[in-house]
Every structure is written in structure tokens, then in C-alpha cells.
């Protein structure tokens, strides 16, 4: 792959391929089978596929995949342009898939059958009744495309895996489309069989589900589901998108569309500045517009000149439509021309997008920042989906020193509060679109920009930032892909003089090292290992005349060097990143120039075979990523924008809980309104604030009056709304849940304040409500993380209401209270604030 995959995409697609190679298997005996690919728009479900195709054609090592010779796709869409988008995306994320590969089927189509290591790409109009393409025997086609699909399914040359992208519409169309999907499912008697496998790829799987469950003789596997928490913490996506609408009743279109492009030149302006500082590829964000269906010419004009009016330097080609008539828009002494919507991405002179309902779909472009829309409020969904296009960060990471552009600003002039609800529902998967429009970023009402608290010195903040958290580890992480990613960052001398120059050797080198101590450590096995490889046992099963067993006799015989070739093989390369290659090249140097190539091959995969030996290896390359994070510390926080983010990944991409710092912003933006649109309490002290020195925060009441509590100690110093979400600038506390599974814990308030020495001091101070299925778990891990951390903090309190409806304190840097948080063993944690480890909240 040409892309450096997410974890989590790794993750799912060494799932993918394993349902694949199940499927694969389970052809073979002629059963059919089913699964889906589910992950919010943003998550990179093409890089997944293509991953996994990639994979499946090639083989790969580090997803570990055999290559499958006979293999071809078929990928179905409702939408030519998807299909060119999804092409060129799979061009650009894999370079092993050739543009030959990836075939566009269209009427020129004439061969009788798929061939094996190819892509066809087809969208559903072409299997109508009236497609050329459904015909036989017309021009030089002397096969349909339904014989086609008949003489692939029942010949030997290929194995079809059936693709549909966006199933879930797939699966809700009108009726002659739904006959043409299902059709490809299930087959038609007499003219081509039912696929034998059908992998769905969609945001939301339960049309998908339901189809396939109606479709006889298909087995369904467990589905591949990309979880949305592990997307967000990507930064993948953006953070928030803030839903702007008129604050009283009356008509104010143009006064919002005005501010829309000044927030989209504001936009700009931080891009600018980002791209200065950080050294980082300019991105010129676009302005999406949305008129109603029947917006005639003079509507088109008054839009475009009030836009053109805020934004006089606008070029020729900058406004452009992809209305559904490809015609140019003459308006004045301005044209408007139609572009392609796939083109917008990269055609930076284009500034803004006018369009009706939804632009396309598949239609991305991340650097499209801010909508502006006069839909009406039933067009919610079409709203939706288009600003879940607009969702993913232009520079595919997070920006961690401009809050403002980890958002997307959304203007709603027809809309009133409740209304409004209807398009947060939708974003948030519970409208009537049924969560094919769900996003990862919060959706907040009239977001703000806080900039950092100007009565706060830089002193607190500094200290904040060396305060710990524990981001949730990655069971799937592999530290040999770690420290390769480690050793990259630590050569790369493009921005300055490399830390290590000769990283990648010196990795080599110690993990070489180690294996050659295991290979000395374990002689006898690896000697035996070789002896397994070489000779193969043969079993004999005697049976009398009459049908009865008789003796049963084993013998060795002398594998073939073909099979050995094949297996030793097969071994080494399964080692992730190289790291078995480079083991036998570096043996092989070693090695007498007389003796054979293939007894150091034997020897070597007789060791990755071992237990315990890849675990080895594995510790060797965490302590080599330990030691050099420790070791140029300093010189890792001086890095910024992309190299940052890359450092911190490394830092993060771990099996198990490592504790790394927070990272707050240079700013925050946060909604300064609640879900029914009314302006929220604001409150002094925050870390972030306006210029009056107040933060807005939606807090019940009890959290209401922490917070007054606080603020009104004498040693308070400042206070911080910590992150809901599990980001870099959030105090982060990994645990495991009642099942097992890893989740972050993120603590309400962090509150400063000066010891009687004048040193800064942190308490955490967390009102979680005991009400919820998970709030043992969590007490728990509040009280392993006092536990490891506790002299970094003055405080680690939890408090909740008692049953007489008082506030109560778990004081966690008590010894007693811990042992009393995991001996408790009740149905409510209640109990444990009305026991006697818990005090009044004073």
C-alpha cells in the first residue's frame, strides 16, 4: 500500500480478508456466503477495501494474506461517478494495483467471462432491461453481461467476489433496481447462478442485514465493524461540525450567507497561518451554497453577488454548480460553469460549490469547510448528507494548535431551533434516515472560539501539559510496525538535521541481535524444528477384506525441496515489517560461502516458528521505541503539524496502556448553546475564555455547583472542562469494561490551584453519574490511576448524590476508599457514596 494504514483499518481489513478467505473455502464445498464492511463516512472504507484487495491479489506479510491467483471483484454502485472516484482513490492508495486491474465496465465490454486479478467497476443502470450491455448477440458481443456472470460463476478460472458499495442503498431502491440487485444476489433460473460471495461496504448495514437474511442458502458471516471511537481518536475526521441559525424570527438569508463567507475566509486565514508555522501543504477551503430546486436566475444572481461582495477577489472560475443541468450559469458579467463533482477536490481554483440537494454520491471533499443552505427544513437528510461529506480533515490528522480547523461550520437560515433537532438527528444516526448519514464529529449549536484564558499564565498551561494520560491501547497494535514508524520519523532529515540518522540500522541491528540470542538460546528446538521441515510423516491405515481396521503404520519420508522452498518461505515473510526477511539476509551474510542457502532458510523459519520467539522480538523493538522517545523527549515536543501527529501516533500505538501527556490547543471552540437552542451559563476561571474571561459550559446541577465550589476555594487557580471525547488534549484513562473490551474513561473537571509552597497543583474532580451500566468499571479505573499517579495530584475525588440527594466524595488517594471501590460488588455504586468510604462534598 502506498497509504500507511490507520490501525483500525488495518485492523478491519485483516478481518475482511479473513471472511474472504473463509468465503474462499467455503465456495469450494459450494456454499455461499455474505458479510459487510460497516464504518463511518471519513473512516477511509476504500483504503480498507483496496487494502484488503491488494492483499487478496499480491499477498501480503504484515496483514497476513496468501495471495489467491484466481480471485476478481465485482464492484456495484448506483453512480458512474462513484465508480471513477472509487477507481482513482484505490490508483492513489495501493501501488501495487495497476490502472489495467481496475476495469470500468461499459457497453465496449465484450469479453465471455471475468478474469482472474481484476476490479470491474459497474453501476446498476447498465444491467436494465434496455442496456446494450444486457444483450447478446448484437454488434460484437456474443455473450450479456448475464452470461458473463454465468460463465465466471460456473467456470474454473476465477473465483467472483461481489462488492456492493453504499449497500445500504443498494438494498432501497425502486422496484426494477431492486430486481437487478437482488438478481445478482440470488441469480435467475436459466440465465446466470447466484454469486458466491457478496460483501456489502456501507455506513450503516441493517437493510444489508435484512436482504441477505431473506436470500436462501447463503451463509451470513459476523460483519466488519469499524468502531466510531477509534475513527475520531484518528483524527481522521474532524472534531465538531456547529450548526449556525437565525436567533429570532424574520428573514436573514443574506446576513447569514454573509457570515458564511467570512467564516470561510476566516477559514483561510488560519490555513494560511497553519501552513506558515508548520511548514505543512496550503489548503484553500471551498464554500458549499444549497438553493432550493426551483432557484431561477435572479435568486442565483442575488446569491452570488452578495458572496462575490465579501469576497471581491474572487477569480473567474472560482463559483462553479453541479446542477443536473451540465450547462454554464451566465449571471451578469459572471459566468458559472458545471464541473464534475469528483474534480472539486483538486481543482483549488474553485471556491465555491452551488448546489441543489445532495452534490453526489461518494462525493468527498475535505477541503469543503463550510455550507451555507436555503433547503428547506424537509430536505434534512439531503442536508445531512452533504455535510457528511465535508467531514474529513484536508490534511488526514488533526490539527492540534487551531481548534477552529478540527470543525465545520454549517448556516441554516430556514431552520428554528426545532428544526434544527432534525438535522442533528440525522448526523448523529437517529433520524429518519436510519444512521445512513451518522458522522463521527459532535454536532454543537452556534460554536464560539475560545482562546486561551489572557489572566492565566503560561505557567498553567505547561503544567497541564505534563500532567499523565493513558490513551487506549490497541490489542492489534504491532510493536514491530511501531518502531519501523518510529525509526522513519527519527531519519528524516526534511525538515532539519535527522535525530538518528542511521535509525533503521540501528533497529536492524537490535533485532537481529536478540533473534540470534534466541536462535543460541533455543539450539535443540531449532535443530529439531529443521528436522520437522525437512520430512513429512506419512500414515498408513491397514483394513481387512471384510472392512475392518487393522494395523495402522507412520514413516518419514523427505519433504520435497519445492514444498520446502514454499514453506520456509512462507514463514519468513509472515514476519510483520521485514523483520524475518532481514533476519535471513543478515544469517545468510553470516553463513559459510560454501554451504546452502537453503539450510540457513531452514534453520531461520524453524526459529519464527518457535513460541515465544516473535514475543521476544517484539519486547526488543518496544524497549528500542521506549528508550529513544525517552531519550529525545525534548526534541519530539518541539515538532509540529504533521510530524507531530506521526510522533504522537507512535506514542499511542501501543498493545497495552502506556501513559503519555495531555496536549491542549492553542484554542477551543465550543457550542454556546444547548440542543433546544438556548444560550448556555457561562462561568470564569476556564483555561479557555472570551474577552470578558468566561467559558460557556452545559452543566447540570450538581455539576453546576462543583464547579461554583471550586472556583470559590481560596488556593483555585483555574479550572478545565476536560474533553468528552478521547482526543490528544483530553485526560485520558484506559480500562477495560465488564467484557474485557478496552474504553477510555475521560474525567469531568481538572482543577488548579496553588499548594502553601506556591507551587501549581491539579485535582481531579469527577461528578459522574452512578446511574449508568458502566459506572462501576470506571470507578475502578479512577482508582488504578490514583493509584499509579496519585503524587501528581493534590486530589482524585468522585462525587455523586447520595440517597438523601447530598453530594458525596470517594476521596481515591485514600487506600481504603480503593479497596472498597473494587471489593464492591452491589448492582449500583450509590451504596459505596452512602458508605462510610465516602464523605460529605464540601
Known amino acids: ?4 494504514l490507520m490501525d483500525y483499518q488495518r485492523t478491519a481489513a485483516i478481518d475482511v480478508l479473513n471472511r474472504l478467505g473463509r468465503a474462499r473455502r467455503d465456495w469450494a464445498d459450494g456454499e455461499r456466503s455474505s458479510f459487510a464492511l460497516s464504518a463511518i463516512t471519513g473512516s477511509g472504507k476504500t483504503v480498507i477495501a483496496t487494502a484488503a484487495i491488494e492483499a487478496t491479489f499480491y499477498g501480503s506479510a504484515d496483514l497476513g494474506a496468501d495471495p489467491d491467483p484466481q480471485a476478481t471483484f465485482l464492484w456495484i454502485t448506483d453512480d458512474p461517478a462513484l465508480n471513477r472516484q472509487t477507481r482513482n482513490r484505490m490508483l492513489d492508495a495501493s501501488d501495487l494495483l495497476a490502472p489495467r486491474t481496475l476495469v470500468e465496465v461499459n457497453d465496449g465490454y465484450l469479453n465471455n467471462e471475468l478474469l482472474a486479478n481484476r476490479v470491474y467497476f459497474l453501476n446498476i443502470q447498465k444491467l436494465s432491461r434496455s442496456s446494450r450491455l444486457t444483450q447478446s448477440g448484437t454488434n460484437l458481443r456474443q455473450a450479456s453481461f448475464w452470461d458473463v456472470l454465468a460463465n465466471t460463476i460456473t467456470g474454473t478460472k476465477a473465483t467472483l467476489y461481489l462488492i456492493l458499495d453504499e449497500a445500504h442503498r443498494g438494498m432501497k431502491r425502486t422496484a426494477d433496481r431492486k430486481t437487478i440487485v437482488q438478481r445478482l444476489i440470488g441469480g435467475e433460473p436459466g440465465s446466470n447462478p447466484a454469486v458466491p460471495v457478496v460483501w456489502g461496504i456501507s455506513a450503516t448495514i441493517e437493510r444489508f442485514t435484512t436482504a441477505m437474511g431473506e436470500t436462501p442458502d447463503r451463509t451470513g458471516y459476523p460483519h466488519v465493524s469499524v468502531d466510531i471511537d477509534r475513527v475520531r481518536a484518528s483524527g481522521l475526521v474532524k472534531d465538531e461540525i456547529g450548526l449556525e441559525q437565525p436567533d429570532e424570527k424574520g428573514t436573514f438569508s443574506t446576513t447569514l450567507l454573509r457570515d458564511a463567507v467570512r467564516t470561510t475566509l476566516s477559514y483561510d486565514h488560519r490555513w494560511a497561518a497553519y501552513s506558515t508555522s508548520e511548514g505543512e501543504p496550503r489548503v484553500l ?17 442575488e446569491i452570488v453577488s452578495v458572496i462575490t461582495s465579501e469576497w471581491p477577489d474572487l477569480g473567474p472560475k472560482a463559483i462553479a454548480h453541479v446542477f443536473g443541468e451540465h450547462e454554464p450559469i451566465v449571471l451578469g458579467s459572471r459566468t458559472v460553469e458545471w464541473v464534475h463533482p469528483e474534480s472539486i477536490q ?3 481554483d474553485i471556491r465555491v460549490v452551488i448546489a441543489k440537494e445532495a452534490i453526489s454520491t461518494g462525493w468527498d471533499c475535505p477541503r469543503a469547510e463550510v455550507l451555507y443552505s436555503e433547503r428547506p427544513a424537509k430536505d434534512a437528510t439531503h442536508i445531512a448528507q452533504v455535510i457528511g461529506r465535508m467531514v474529513r480533515q484536508p490534511l488526514a490528522h488533526r490539527i492540534a494548535t487551531d481548534d477552529v480547523l478540527n470543525s465545520v461550520a454549517c448556516y441554516l437560515p430556514l431552520f428554528d431551533s426545532k428544526k434544527l433537532n432534525a438535522i442533528k438527528e440525522e448526523l448523529e444516526g437517529e433520524g429518519k434516515g436510519g444512521g445512513d448519514h451518522r458522522v463521527g464529529p459532535e454536532v454543537v449549536r452556534a460554536p464560539a472560539v475560545f482562546e486561551r484564558n489572557p489572566a492565566l499564565s503560561a505557567e498553567v498551561f505547561d503544567f497541564v501539559e505534563t500532567l499523565p494520560s493513558i490513551p487506549t491501547p490497541d490489542a492489534a497494535a504491532s510493536p514491530l510496525r511501531r518502531a519501523k514508524n518510529l525509526v522513519r520519523l527519527l531519519a528524516d532529515d526534511g525538515a532539519g538535521p535527522a535525530l538518528v540518522a542511521d535509525a533503521d540500522e540501528q533497529l536492524t541491528k537490535r533485532l ?12 535443540d528446538a531449532v535443530a529439531a524444528g529443521v528436522e520437522d521441515l525437512r520430512t513429512a510423516v506419512v500414515r498408513r491405515e491397514g483394513v481387512t477384506p471384510t472392512g475392518q481396521s487393522a494395523e495402522t503404520t507412520t514413516r518419514l519420508i ?14 519468513i515473510n509472515s514476519v510483520r515489517e521485514g523483520v524475518g526477511k532481514g533476519y535471513y539476509a543478515h544469517r545468510a551474510a553470516k553463513a559459510d560461502p560454501e554451504g546452502s542457502r537453503l539450510d540457513v532458510r531452514l534453520e531461520v523459519a524453524a526459529l519464527l516458528r518457535l513460541d515465544g520467539v516473535i514475543t521476544g522480538v517484539e519486547a526488543a523493538a518496544t524497549d528500542f521505541v521506549t528508550e529513544h522517545l525517552a531519550k529525545f523527549e525534548v526534541e519530539i515536543k518541539n515538532t509540529t503539524g504533521a510530524t507531530r501527529d506521526a510522533y504522537r501516533k507512535v506514542q499511542e500505538q501501543t498493545a497495552v496502556p502506556e501513559t503519555v501527556t495531555i496536549e491542549l490547543r492553542a484554542n477551543e471552540k465550543a457550542a454556546t448553546r444547548n440542543g433546544a437552542g438556548d ?28 464547579v461554583t465550589t471550586e472556583t470559590g476555594r481560596p488556593s483555585f487557580v483555574a479550572w478545565y472542562r476536560n474533553p468528552s471525547r478521547a482526543t490528544p488534549n483530553a485526560l485520558r484513562i484506559a480500562y477495560q469494561d465488564d467484557a474485557g473490551a478496552w474504553a477510555s474513561l475521560q474525567v469531568d473537571f ?9 507551587t501549581l497543583g491539579a485535582s481531579i474532580v469527577d461528578p459522574h453519574g452512578d446511574h449508568l451500566a458502566d459506572a462501576k468499571a470506571k470507578l475502578r479505573a479512577l482508582a488504578d490511576f490514583a493509584e499509579t499517579h496519585g503524587d501528581r495530584f493534590i486530589r482524585v475525588v468522585s462525587i455523586a448524590k447520595g440517597t438523601d440527594g447530598s453530594l458525596r466524595v470517594l476521596d481515591l488517594l485514600e487506600p481504603h476508599v480503593r479497596t472498597a471501590v473494587r471489593d464492591f460488588d452491589g448492582a449500583k455504586v450509590t451504596a459505596l457514596y452512602d458508605s462510610a468510604a465516602a464523605v460529605p462534598y464540601l
Do not use: C
Open 512 to 523: 537481529n541481535a536478540r533473534l540470534d540470542g534466541l536462535a543460541a538460546e533455543h539450539a
Open 750 to 758: 481538572l482543577v488548579l490551584s496553588r499548594r502553601d509552597d506556591g
Open 558 to 571: 523427505e519433504t520435497h525441496l519445492k514444498d520446502i522452498d514454499r514453506d520456509t518461505r512462507k514463514i
Open 346 to 348: 483538486s481543482d483549488t
Open 285 to 301: 477551503p471551498a464554500m458549499v451554497v444549497q438553493v432550493p430546486d426551483k432557484a431561477n436566475e435572479d435568486k442565483l444572481a
Open 1 to 4: 500500500m502506498r497509504y500507511e
Open 679 to 706: 444560550d448556555l451559563p457561562t462561568f470564569e476561571g476556564h483555561l479557555y475564555a472570551d474577552a470578558s474571561g468566561h467559558y460557556p459550559a452545559d452543566l447540570n446541577d450538581w455539576e453546576t455547583q462543583v
